[in-house]
T-cell receptor, first 108, second 115 residues
Framework: GIQVEQSPPDLILQEGANSTLRCNFSDSVNNLQWFHQNPWGQLINLFYIPSGTKQNGRLSATTVATERYSLLYISSSQTTDSGVYFCAVLYNFNKFYFGSGTKLNVKP | GAGVSQTPSNKVTEKGKYVELRCDPISGHTALYWYRQSLGQGPEFLIYFQGTGAADDSGLPNDRFFAVRPEGSVSTLKIQRTERGDSAVYLC?????????????FGPGTRLTVL
C-alpha cells in the first residue's frame, strides 16, 4: 500500500491565527482530497486537488505531486474551523488511503 | 437525493448478532465505497463497487463481512456474528465513476456498537 502522514497531529490556535497543515505520501497518487470532519462526524469536502493550487475563501491548498506532499492553509481561523482535517489519496485508481488526521482546536 | 444517506445512524447490537447497514449514494454516481473509522483514526477502506460488481474487496477484514449492490444504486454492508472489535463508524462514499479524476462524497456514517 501507500503511507499517508499528516502533521501536526494536534494544533491549538487562537481565533484569527493562520495555520498550515501538511500531508506527505509515499508514492505517486491519482487524486488527493482534503476533508474536514466536524464534531458530528460528517466528512466535508474541502478540496479535490491532485496537483496545483486552489483557494476557497479563507482556505487554500497546494499539492506538489512530484514531491509527494500537499499543504492546507487556514487563514484568520474561526472557532467553527475546529475539528479533524484529513488528507486522502487515491492510489492505483481504485482505493483511497487516509492519513490519521490533524485535530484542530480554535479557541475564542 | 442531494447527498449520500446512510441508515441507521446508530446501531447497538449484541455480540454474535447479524447486522445490515444501508447506503444510498448520490443519484447518478456509479462508484460506491465503504470505509470503517475507529476512534481517533482516519477511515479505512473496506470495499468499492463500480456498478453492481465489487471491484475491490481487499479491505474487508474477514469473511464475516459482506456487501452487495444488486441494482447498482443502494448498497448494504452485512456483518455476521458481530464481535466487540467491529464497533466503529461505518462510512459510505460515492463518486461519479471510479478511477482518477473523481471526487468522493461521504455520508454521515452509521455508528455501530457491539455489546
Amino acid at each position: 500500500g501507500i503511507q499517508v502522514e499528516q502533521s501536526p497531529p494536534d494544533l491549538i490556535l487562537q481565533e484569527g491565527a493562520n495555520s498550515t497543515l501538511r500531508c506527505n505520501f509515499s508514492d505517486s497518487v491519482n487524486n488527493l482530497q482534503w476533508f474536514h470532519q466536524n464534531p458530528w462526524g460528517q466528512l466535508i469536502n474541502l478540496f479535490y486537488i491532485p496537483s496545483g493550487t486552489k483557494q476557497n475563501g479563507r482556505l487554500s491548498a497546494t499539492t506538489v505531486a512530484t514531491e509527494r506532499y500537499s499543504l492546507l492553509y487556514i487563514s484568520s481561523s474561526q472557532t467553527t474551523d475546529s475539528g479533524v482535517y484529513f488528507c486522502a489519496v487515491l492510489y492505483n485508481f481504485n482505493k483511497f488511503y487516509f492519513g490519521s488526521g490533524t485535530k484542530l482546536n480554535v479557541k475564542p | 437525493g442531494a447527498g449520500v444517506s446512510q441508515t441507521p445512524s446508530n446501531k447497538v447490537t449484541e455480540k454474535g448478532k447479524y447486522v445490515e447497514l444501508r447506503c444510498d449514494p448520490i443519484s447518478g454516481h456509479t462508484a460506491l465505497y465503504w470505509y470503517r473509522q475507529s476512534l481517533g483514526q482516519g477511515p479505512e477502506f473496506l470495499i468499492y463497487f463500480q456498478g453492481t460488481g465489487a471491484a475491490d474487496d481487499s479491505g474487508l477484514p474477514n469473511d464475516r463481512f459482506f456487501a452487495v449492490r444488486p441494482e447498482g444504486s443502494v448498497s448494504t454492508l452485512k456483518i455476521q456474528r458481530t464481535e466487540r472489535g467491529d464497533s466503529a463508524v461505518y462510512l459510505c462514499a460515492s463518486s461519479f465513476s471510479s478511477g482518477g479524476g473523481n471526487e468522493q462524497f461521504f455520508g454521515p456514517g452509521t455508528r455501530l456498537t457491539v455489546l
